[in-house]
């Protein structure tokens, strides 16, 4: 069996603040370093739902409403931020191989994150999945600044679909890199 070299994770949340907000969504994808697919995992984190009333009221959650109110219907099927994080060990130690997967500073396997602004998302694993980060490199592949380079320097524009759901957004930025690579084959 293909191991992975990249973990893909897509988070939603109730809103941008780490210990604040909370995490209502994951999506991950492991993928080689041609970025094919060897495994994804996908899950509703349940939370409480006064905080997701209270918390997704901002300007963006009445512009994606449609999405806000589906990410709210879908919270009662969800589980605990703790048995979500252990799923996503369990995939770690299933789709990544020791030697796939580069030392940190201190010699310690880790394994690389990547995604759109990935380092908003790395905040709230930090949080609130502690162990998860842990197995985490402190390098990230961070698909938007690429996106920062193509747009400023090149004038060059991926159209994405903003469909605000970890999954879809998740299998986009997979694609908007397969996109900016070809550039450079």
């Known amino acids: ?44 984190v349940k939370v409480d739902p006064e905080l997701m009333r209270e918390r997704m009221t901002t300007e963006f959650w009445k512009k994606n409403s449609e999405t806000r109110d589906s990410l709210m219907a879908q919270n009662e099927s969800g589980k605990t931020v703790g048995e979500v994080e252990k799923e996503l060990i369990k995939f770690l130690d299933d789709n990544f191989e020791k030697e796939s997967i580069p030392n940190d500073e201190k010699g310690k396997d880790k ?24 197995r985490l490199h402190y390098r990230l592949f961070d698909v938007s600044a690429w996106k920062v380079y193509f747009e400023g320097a090149l004038n ?23 996109w900016y690579l070809t550039y450079l084959r």
């Open 111 to 134: 394994i690389i994150l990547a995604g759109n602004s990935i380092h908003q998302d790395k905040r709230f694993i930090d949080v609130e999945m502690p162990e998860l980060a842990q």
């Open 1 to 44: 069996m293909k191991k992975a070299t990249l973990l893909w994770i897509d988070l939603e949340m109730t809103g941008l603040v780490p210990g604040t907000d909370k995490i209502i969504e994951v999506a991950a994808i492991a993928t080689d370093w041609e970025f094919n697919k060897i495994a994804e995992y996908k899950a509703v």
């Open 156 to 178: 060059k524009h991926f159209i994405k679909k903003e469909l605000h759901r970890a999954m879809d957004d998740i299998e986009g930025s997979i694609e908007e890199m397969k």
